[in-house]
């Protein structure tokens, strides 16, 4: 059975931190590309941030300099270190993995940055 589950999420005012982890099984994680996308109420999912199998790393402009993806093959772990967090950047966060036949989504965890 496949298992994508985030954690990590809360409540953290502005400027602050967070680290969100999104444990997976149930799947060979070393060939899956691993990303991180957030929907905000009544706007379209975006995508945030992606990590390929080989570790290279993509990020969507309003978070480069600011969030870093990660991968930890060994524990099928995929991160998301998010700084100098913005009200702007609450959301619910997905974990997505991708692969060569088979994709799979998180249920998703939420992310609230107060004024």
């Known amino acids: 059975e496949v298992q994508v589950v985030e954690s990590g999420g809360g409540l953290v005012p502005r400027g602050g931190s967070l680290r969100l982890s999104c444990a997976t099984s149930?799947?060979?994680?070393?060939?899956?590309?691993m990303g991180w996308f957030r929907q905000a109420p009544e706007r379209p999912r975006e995508g945030v941030a992606a990590i390929t199998t080989n570790g290279t790393t993509y990020y969507t402009d309003s978070v480069k300099g600011r969030f870093t993806i990660s991968r930890d093959d060994a524990k099928d772990t995929v991160y998301l270190q998010m700084d100098s967090l913005k009200p702007d950047d609450t959301a619910v966060y997905y974990c997505?993995?991708?692969?060569?036949?088979?994709?799979?989504w998180g249920q998703g965890t939420q992310v609230t940055v107060s004024s």
């Open positions: 149930g799947f060979t994680f070393g060939a899956y590309g």
């Open positions: 997505y993995a991708h692969g060569p036949f088979s994709s799979y």
